[in-house]
């Protein structure tokens, strides 16, 4: 299971820190990714870190705002989201794989998501 939270409604410029807690079966996967989907729009790939080594890849919308990073004691992965936009509201969704892709088909453990919203 992936258990994502710290979602919530902040200022455009303000932060937020998003949390993922696997497992379970997915406890054993490679890497961990972070997607959104805004209303209206699909779904699309944000960040993503590989649970040995740390190596990250980022989406180039995010890159020098987001930052992310895994406690592997707590089976945790962070999404720190600094200088957000209005264009950063959507639902953000974790999830695990074996690959380090910005596809969404290449991970096969899915979080219920966690909202956030930026305001103006």
């Known amino acids: 299971q992936l258990q994502a939270s710290g979602g919530g409604l902040v200022q455009a410029g303000g932060s937020l820190r998003l949390s993922c807690t696997a497992s379970g079966r997915t406890f054993g996967s490679a890497v961990m990714g972070w997607f959104r989907q805004a209303a209206g729009k699909e779904r699309e790939f944000v960040a993503a870190i590989r649970w040995s080594g740390g190596r990250t890849l980022y989406a180039d919308s995010v890159k020098g705002r987001f930052t992310i990073s895994r406690d592997n004691a707590k089976n945790t992965v962070y999404l720190q989201m600094n200088s957000l936009k209005p264009e950063d509201t959507a639902l953000y969704y974790c999830?695990?794989?074996?690959?380090?892709?910005?596809?969404?088909?290449?991970?096969?453990?899915w979080g219920q998501g966690t909202q956030v919203t930026v305001s103006s």
């Open positions: 999830a695990t794989g074996p690959l380090m892709v910005r596809d969404g088909s290449g991970y096969n453990y």
